[in-house]
């Protein structure tokens, strides 16, 4: 078989659904804020214990 038939030849296609128009797009945006979520109540989870003074306890870890 010539190089150009090889190419030609149809790609087997996967068993399965067939993929959902725009699914990674929404999976993606929705990743994206929930991350942005977390990170806004971390930052203001430290800028709370920062202001209530000396940090006995944050993240987990103790006073050295």
Same mark, same amino acid.
């Given at each position: 078989?010539?190089?150009?038939?090889?190419?030609? #030849? +149809?790609?087997?296609?996967?068993?399965?659904?067939?993929?959902?128009?725009?699914?990674?797009? +929404?999976?993606? @945006?929705?990743?994206?804020?929930?991350?942005?979520?977390? +990170? @806004?109540?971390? #930052?203001?989870?430290?800028?709370?214990?920062?202001?209530?003074?000396?940090?006995? @306890?944050?993240?987990? @870890?103790?006073?050295?």
């Amino acid at each position: 078989m010539s190089a150009l038939a090889v190419a030609l #030849q +149809s790609v087997p296609r996967r068993g399965g659904r067939p993929a959902i128009a725009g699914l990674r797009e +929404s999976i993606l @945006r929705t990743a994206e804020s929930v991350f942005a979520l977390h +990170s @806004r109540l971390v #930052q203001e989870t430290l800028a709370e214990a920062i202001a209530a003074g000396p940090m006995r @306890r944050v993240l987990g @870890r103790r006073p050295t």
